[in-house]
């Protein structure tokens, strides 16, 4: 393929071509699953206006670390977002955020359900004020169900949807995956529910409600392990690196650091064998197949990893890449900002923010063509930093 | 908030108000990151017709365990599908992929990239012959950089993008995400682009191409961990359970199997500590605010874990929801699938194959009121079982 035809050139923003230019959403949202989503929607174009509390804002402006009296943390998801600080139990407050939903197509909140209602806007009622708004609301375990008023973190739902009981190693204390992928996931999930209701509402004219748990949508992200015990009676395990169904499909120790390789067919195996110069390994019968090597897979760890820690990682990187045997260093975050390939593909880009000099949050993964990749992000805005110019533009009194 | 006003009402295929009904979707997706965004897509309600060799089709067919003769791996990301076999090497059924072209929105794969190119389907003839086709291409690096044509899998992702370096316990062997979410994460954001281009040729009547690689689709889920390095020089560490910036929010192990839970705040640490009988550890210094009980954490696990080994775990999470602290069980699958809060919320669904009894599948995370939630999902296609009558609906010869 002519890749080259394909260019995804540096722009800085406004951004051209971005395919959700024009939607404005409205962000009750703190902390992560809501402000992940809009931020998803922000670097695909979506106008972000963030309503927060006069008194402090979202919740994790507070948490640190802080440079320049800002958070870190705050910052890295909510780029190119305005606030406007609007206290909703205050009657001239609420008439400017319900101005503000006549101008927009979407509003999104990760309050514990019921809090929106409570607070005098339950779905009917935006619903029947504002038929072309859709409402989309992510919280620990959804709208409906016993559970739906319980409070959630990453954590619970990591734990309780099985996915920590398939992460870590057999028999060792268990590991919470290091990203919140709790939040994320559902984040992910509720960006994809908005943007499909967009595309709904051009043929209906209607708005809707879209209701996502970061339970149902770790559930949603266990691959074949609910298939496989449903179906098979299996109940998955805990494997460390390894794959459940190739081998070798893991992590190595070598001299100086831990490296990973996948030999995923018979081919790539001997050609792994002969790359670090065990050819009589290939030839064993218990390692003969996919299946024999899985059955023997202590045995061939054993065998493997006995001559991968006697030279350090780069060696057998090399020798592996040579052979054409899929493998790769276990890098940490810092290694990988430093990749040439991160680079090329614009993943990493600085806020514009002079008080925290340096400070770069990862790009959107969706490159398309006609949509130019930003080469920079806005800072994430101050409390209330647009609430003149958002009161003036809309009318907000 | 009236909780039961909205409704998610159980309803079999074909579901109505589906937000995605009437888009079609050729998917030359193998084994995973390709067959999940079009199974997310298919669950939305969009047609998904897989394009599979004739020979042995989807690689993942291959993989175990079967019942029934059936892959239950490849059954879990190809509900709701149809299937034709067709080689794109001959001409006929280079005839009728073409034919089939003109009546899709969106083409799927993820070969290597310049794969299909040299299939004689580059994107700017695809683009050049059907001008509103999305062309939608994921694989481990993308289509450009210096590492595009090297091959990846999930293991590869996790490592080189830093989560491997942020999962598990600081000094043990590393841990893979239990779930392939180098696939997974990639899958969704490409589902989420092809929305969003599918919206956006709403306005301008031109399909485009999608770029999505799984490395980079890492690099956007690392959370705070690339803003903090590069604005605060941090490197993030594996840290077990433990979050990286509240105490007490980890896993602990009680006298039969282990729990996890998170006191957010000062006064939720009180409570915790009352409920469990260990008032005087709240009232130590050392552990008064949450950042100094982060100071203290290995004190304060020893502390509180002295305590939570002595009981079994469910007396824990009764005393602990009856104070209100966010906690659960750490869950296997199985058990998850039998909580009640995942059956209201219609999580699990049967497949309706009688060749495959029993087996579910996930089902969507995306609730949407006017789209009714489906509670079964057609079981995945046999290898060209719809060749026929897709050859007779779309006149492909």
């Given at each position: 393929?002519?890749?080259?035809?394909?260019?995804?050139?540096?722009?800085?923003?406004?951004?051209?071509?971005?395919?959700?230019?024009?939607?404005?959403?409205?962000?009750?949202?703190?902390?992560?699953?809501?402000?992940?989503?809009?931020?998803?929607?922000?670097?695909?174009?979506?106008?972000?206006?963030?309503?927060?509390?006069?008194?402090?804002?979202?919740?994790?402006?507070?948490?640190?670390?802080?440079?320049?009296?800002?958070?870190?943390?705050?910052?890295?998801?909510?780029?190119?977002?305005?606030?406007?600080?609007?206290?909703?139990?205050?009657?001239?407050?609420?008439?400017?955020?319900?101005?503000?939903?006549?101008?927009?197509?979407?509003?999104?909140?990760?309050?514990?359900?019921?809090?929106?209602?409570?607070?005098?806007?339950?779905?009917?009622?935006?619903?029947?004020?504002?038929?072309?708004?859709?409402?989309?609301?992510?919280?620990?375990?959804?709208?409906?169900?016993?559970?739906?008023?319980?409070?959630?973190?990453?954590?619970?739902?990591?734990?309780?949807?099985?996915?920590?009981?398939?992460?870590?190693?057999?028999?060792?204390?268990?590991?919470?995956?290091?990203?919140?992928?709790?939040?994320?996931?559902?984040?992910?999930?509720?960006?994809?529910?908005?943007?499909?209701?967009?595309?709904?509402?051009?043929?209906?004219?209607?708005?809707?409600?879209?209701?996502?748990?970061?339970?149902?949508?770790?559930?949603?992200?266990?691959?074949?392990?609910?298939?496989?015990?449903?179906?098979?009676?299996?109940?998955?395990?805990?494997?460390?690196?390894r794959?459940?169904?190739?081998a070798p499909f893991q992590a190595f120790e070598c001299?100086?650091?831990?490296i990973v390789l996948a030999a995923?067919?018979?081919?790539?195996f001997?050609?792994l064998c002969a790359a670090i110069g065990r050819?009589e390994v290939a030839?064993e019968?218990?390692f003969?197949?996919?299946?024999?090597r899985?059955?023997n897979v202590e045995a061939l760890d054993a065998q493997i990893s006995a001559t991968l820690r006697t030279e350090?990682?780069?060696?057998w990187?090399?020798?592996l890449?040579?052979?054409?045997v899929?493998c790769?260093?276990?890098?940490?975050?810092?290694?990988?900002?430093?990749?040439?390939?991160?680079?090329?593909?614009?993943?990493?880009?600085?806020?514009?923010?002079?008080?925290?000099?340096?400070?770069?949050?990862?790009?959107?993964?969706?490159?398309?063509?006609?949509?130019?990749?930003?080469?920079?992000?806005?800072?994430?805005?101050?409390?209330?930093?647009?609430?003149?110019?958002?009161?003036?533009?809309?009318?907000?009194?």
């Amino acid at each position: 393929m002519p890749r080259q035809a394909l260019r995804f050139s540096g722009m800085s923003f406004p951004q051209s071509g971005a395919p959700l230019a024009g939607l404005t959403v409205i962000d009750l949202g703190r902390v992560l699953a809501a402000p992940f989503a809009t931020s998803t929607l922000a670097s695909l174009g979506a106008r972000v206006i963030k309503v927060e509390h006069p008194d402090r804002g979202d919740d994790s402006r507070a948490f640190g670390p802080h440079v320049g009296g800002h958070s870190v943390y705050f910052a890295s998801v909510n780029c190119d977002k305005e606030s406007i600080a609007l206290d909703l139990t205050c009657a001239a407050d609420r008439a400017a955020f319900e101005m503000l939903l006549t101008h927009a197509d979407v509003l999104v909140e990760n309050f514990r359900p019921g809090t929106l209602a409570r607070l005098g806007y339950p779905w009917e009622r935006l619903h029947a004020s504002h038929p072309r708004l859709i409402y989309a609301a992510v919280s620990g375990f959804g709208t409906t169900g016993p559970l739906a008023e319980n409070p959630a973190y990453d954590i619970i739902a990591q734990a309780l949807s099985g996915m920590m009981s398939i992460t870590g190693h057999a028999g060792a204390p268990p590991v919470r995956v290091g990203a919140s992928i709790g939040d994320l996931v559902a984040g992910l999930y509720l960006a994809l529910g908005i943007v499909s209701a967009v595309h709904r509402r051009t043929a209906t004219g209607e708005g809707c409600m879209i209701d996502v748990a970061m339970l149902d949508s770790q559930v949603a992200f266990l691959e074949a392990a609910i298939t496989a015990h449903t179906a098979a009676g299996t109940d998955p395990q805990q494997r460390g690196t390894r794959h459940p169904s190739i081998a070798p499909f893991q992590a190595f120790e070598c001299a100086d650091r831990w490296i990973v390789l996948a030999a995923g067919n018979d081919h790539l195996f001997h050609e792994l064998c002969a790359a670090i110069g065990r050819p009589e390994v290939a030839a064993e019968q218990r390692f003969a197949t996919n299946a024999s090597r899985l059955a023997n897979v202590e045995a061939l760890d054993a065998q493997i990893s006995a001559t991968l820690r006697t030279e350090p990682a780069q060696h057998w990187i090399a020798a592996l890449h040579r052979a054409g045997v899929p493998c790769a260093l276990i890098q940490t975050v810092s290694e990988m900002i430093r990749m040439e390939q991160v680079r090329a593909r614009n993943m990493i880009i600085p806020i514009d923010d002079p008080q925290m000099p340096g400070a770069s949050v990862p790009n959107t993964p969706i490159k398309m063509s006609g949509f130019d990749v930003a080469t920079t992000r806005r800072r994430p805005p101050r409390l209330d930093e647009h609430g003149d110019a958002l009161r003036r533009e809309f009318g907000l009194g």
